[in-house]
């Protein structure tokens, strides 16, 4: 007989109702401690094996020959700190234009432990981040007080509205420094319609996250709402191909998504020639929704609370100057 048979066996009444021997004081607290261990261990062991489940699957559909045509950019895709690859597709897409003045704007950044910017921030940019829910901004202030101290980071608590983000940006002194590098876009919602509202500002690179469901040549946008809340469902942001349409318009090319089929990735057209990115559009660079994916993602140890790196070079530099 199992540990929980016999236990709600025990807890099925008097020992005379049951036939069952009585317990023994704190033998019940006992059991539902041996319990707990082995559910936890149980736990664990499903864990790890869903991540090489996972890991298993994203090896068998990066080996596909599409993605190894050149430029595809779905093969650099590694997590430090966002929620599925992204943290690799950017450094390669960098890498190929060069990282400019090191400056990010992101939308939705939750409480900043997460998310497609928090490894440049470690690694020495500047940006901005906004976000609207009051428990995140407070977590960010916590966690992030000496970035924020330096002028490293800038917070701004806010819904992000297609009637508000031309105002929020005139008021992020990073926004108004001149070019920026990097827009990172995730409200789950009117992600479509904020970016249209944007004319302030030509960012070299956009990461904005679209809604797989939805193959090219699907031009299909949710209606704004600026109250708009998600509600876990597939109504949920625009197509590849609709947000493809207007970043056409504003003069960047779409060069990528990742595997996962969550981000969008573009580059200004002024950057994006010579052969660096595959061609093709949206028919030829779309990825599904494989949403799981983002689930098994490796990134070591569970993300922490404390991000006070330094660096070898800023230490050297410490001891050359002593």
């Not at 023994?24 to 041996?34: H, K, V």
């Not at 976000?131 to 916590?142: Q, V």
């Amino acid at each position: 007989m199992s540990i929980l048979a016999r236990l709600l066996r025990g807890l099925g009444g008097p020992a005379e109702a049951t036939g069952a021997p009585a317990l023994a004081p704190g033998e019940l607290s006992r059991r539902l401690d041996t319990l707990e261990e082995r559910l936890l261990k149980l736990h664990q062991l499903a864990s790890f094996e869903f991540e090489l489940s996972v890991g298993a699957e994203w090896r068998a559909l990066l080996a596909q020959p599409c993605y190894g045509e050149p430029g595809r950019l779905e093969r650099h895709g590694s997590k430090v700190w966002s929620q599925c690859d992204e943290d690799g597709i950017l450094a390669e897409i960098f890498r190929r234009i060069g990282a400019g003045a090191r400056r990010f704007v992101e939308f939705g950044a939750a409480d900043g432990r997460e998310c497609n910017t928090l490894k440049l921030l470690v690694e020495g940019w500047r940006g901005l981040w906004m976000e609207a829910r009051a428990d995140h901004c407070d977590a960010i202030r916590r966690v992030f007080a000496a970035p924020l101290a330096e002028g490293r980071l800038e917070l701004a608590q806010a819904i992000v509205t297609a009637e508000n983000i031309e105002t929020l940006l005139a008021g992020s002194r990073v926004a108004a420094e001149g070019e920026l590098d990097l827009l990172s876009i995730d409200i789950d919602g009117n992600d479509y319609h904020v970016l249209k509202s944007i004319r302030s500002l030509r960012p070299r690179v956009i990461v904005i996250e679209y809604n797989g469901k939805f193959p090219p040549p699907m031009d299909v946008v949710p209606p704004y709402d600026p109250g708009f809340a998600w509600d876990g469902t597939d109504y949920m942001g625009a197509s590849l191909q609709a947000i493809a349409n207007l970043a056409a318009r504003r003069g960047y090319r779409l060069v990528g998504t990742n595997v996962a089929g969550v981000n969008a990735f573009f580059v200004r057209e002024d950057l994006a020639g010579g052969g660096r990115f595959a061609e093709g559009g949206a028919a030829a660079l779309y990825n599904p929704a494989r949403y799981w994916l983002t689930r098994g993602t490796p990134s070591g140890h569970p993300t922490g609370h404390r991000f006070t790196y330094t660096s070898d070079a800023a230490l050297g530099d410490k001891l050359r100057n002593t």
